[in-house]
């Protein structure tokens, strides 16, 4: 194999032709684990294992690292149940799109006030501006709910609004209470079918503590993320619509679209939060990569990559910024999810990614030779 560098973005993006070119992602040829993941070395699939510890001192925490299906990395105790924060959030989408599928609601522009019609009330002296709020703008943070600003006119990263998003979506559209969202829900719509290990729940901290947070491992993690590099396919069942499961990680808002002032609006009375109590909520830009709630490697209004040391097909759920994060990597066949980490920073997180993309030092679209 002898020496290699890190691969340059010229080469990712031929990787990612080839790759939807071929359909080497497609089920029949993919590998799957079962009730437990399958293991291999890191050099059986191309990975260089001092390259990965090297990324391992970097992140910190614990974790693990999938590539072609099978388990080639851990470090810390990847088998232990956590909160993930922000990360959840991907879950909701998902559930959204199969509430779609499933005929529960009628389309991703149903308003929302159809099961929340307090929404009708809202902010007369803002012309009732909540009565638009429709199901895709929940889902990519664009319905400005608690903020001045018009459903779809700006986007406002806002715990209120996730709260309210979860909340409609999992009690009323699914019709399940804090207490038993994950057996009617959560198990047997997702987790018992990717045969998750180590129980994940929408209740990290109980009931009665920011419900819909979800504590899930990060080697579980990882089957959610497999399911997206796949496709919606698990083992040859598509469990979500191919079109949806591309949509998801293929879809960030468009540049231009301004973040919310901050300037703040009424909300729902007794409205909760799913994290943060400010008010107004308005944490962070989209920066030209934030999709049905994942984050992708896009390009800000400054022409700027999200992650420019990285595959552009890169995605991802990140929780507390890059404390808590599972990534896929399409073009690498990789997935990896971390939790408890030291990465504090878009920065911090580049550099972590850069790392682990570096350690993979052969891949099958370079004929057998090394990178």
């Known amino acids: 194999m002898g020496a290699s560098k890190p691969m340059g973005p010229a080469f990712f993006a031929g990787v990612a032709i080839v790759l939807a070119g071929t359909g080497r992602l497609a089920a029949q040829h993919a590998v799957f684990p079962g009730e437990t993941w399958a293991t291999k070395a890191p050099a059986e699939v191309g990975i260089d294992a ?6 391992r001192d970097f992140v910190g925490g614990r974790g693990c690292v999938v590539r072609h299906g099978s388990m080639v990395y851990t470090w810390g105790d990847a088998g232990r149940r956590g909160d993930v924060a922000s990360a959840c959030k991907p879950w909701f989408s998902h559930f959204l799109f199969r509430a779609l599928e499933d005929g529960r609601i009628g389309s991703l522009d149903e308003r929302a006030s159809r099961w929340e019609p307090r929404l009708n009330d809202l902010n007369a002296d803002l012309g009732h501006k909540d009565r638009d ?5 929940l889902a990519t943070q664009t319905s400005c709910y608690g903020v001045a600003e018009r459903p779809g006119d700006a986007f406002c990263y806002n715990d209120w609004q996730m709260a309210l998003f979860w909340d409609l979506l999992f009690l009323k559209v699914y019709g399940a209470a804090y207490d038993t969202v994950d057996e009617k829900v959560l198990h047997p719509l997702l987790t018992d079918e990717l045969q998750c290990q180590d129980q994940p729940t929408f209740m990290a901290f109980g009931t009665k503590d920011r419900p819909g947070r979800l504590a899930v491992s990060p080697r579980d993690f990882c089957r959610f993320g497999l399911l997206y590099l796949h496709q919606g396919n698990w083992k040859g069942k598509q ?49 030209g990569s934030y999709s049905w709630l994942w984050w992708t490697n896009g390009i800000d209004r400054d022409g700027n990559r999200h992650w420019p040391d990285v595959p552009e097909d890169m995605y991802g759920c990140f929780g507390h910024g890059g404390v808590r994060v599972m990534v896929v990597i399409p073009s690498l066949d990789l ?5 408890d980490a030291g990465i504090k920073s878009r920065e911090a997180e580049n550099e ?8 993979v030092v052969f891949t099958e679209s370079t004929g057998g030779k090394g990178s």
Do not use: K
Request: proline content about 5%.
């Open 335 to 339: 997935v990896m999810s971390w939790n």
């Open 239 to 287: 469990l979500l619509a191919r079109q949806y499961a591309v949509m998801a990680v293929t879809s960030p808002l468009r540049r231009d679209l301004p973040r919310a002032s901050g300037e703040a609006a009424a909300m729902l009375p007794g409205q909760r939060s799913l994290g943060s109590t400010r008010i107004p909520d308005n944490q962070c830009d989209h920066s």
């Open 133 to 137: 709020v429709a199901w895709r703008h």
């Open 352 to 359: 972590a990614f850069r790392r682990l993309v570096a350690s």
């Open 50 to 55: 001092a390259r990965l510890d090297a990324f």
